[in-house]
């Protein structure tokens, strides 16, 4: 696959590996809104993440990705609400595991960055679940709001 702008791109998955190119994809198309919606996998997310820390530092990250991700969904025609859509307890945490996670690794580039990531147990959809107990972080008030996780972060 080239690095070229005409690259198909496919919804990315835990285990995946990825390019520089489709990790700029998954970004721009996130911050412009026009990701196709079935590219915004789980496996997407943590690769906007990659970008997002390299774009801009953990602190303006977690500033900006809340309503990168609220708009993004809004013009998807996915709502917003108690139950569905935005959940700002799992971006900032995402955000400072992926932080920490590359803390830890030499800096290269974003597609190498995120296959390590996506190689990683982060990756795995019930890794927020060793911190939080289901009926914390399934509740309107971790979807809303910073709840902090049972262990350090």
Known sequence: ???TPHNHHFPIHPRDRVTDAQVQHIYDGLRNRSLPKPEWTHGA???AGVAILADMG????????????RRYN???G????DTEGYHHT????????????LESRPRVT????????LASD????????????????????????????????
Not at 78 to 81: A, I, K, P
Not at 110 to 117: E, I, K, R, S, Y
């Open 74 to 76: 809004e013009a998807c």
């Open 58 to 69: 953990l602190a303006r990250a977690k500033a900006t990705m809340p309503d990168i991700i």
């Open 110 to 117: 974003l597609g190498v960055q995120a296959t390590a990531l």
């Open 122 to 153: 982060i990756a795995d959809r019930a890794y927020p679940l060793k911190f939080y107990p289901e009926g914390v972080l399934f509740t309107k008030t971790a979807r809303q709001n910073w709840v902090a996780p049972n262990g350090s972060i």
């Open 90 to 101: 799992l971006t900032l945490f995402y955000l400072e595991m992926i932080d920490d996670f």
């Open 45 to 47: 997310h943590l690769c």
């Open 78 to 81: 996915s709502v917003n609400s």
């Open 1 to 3: 696959m080239s690095d």
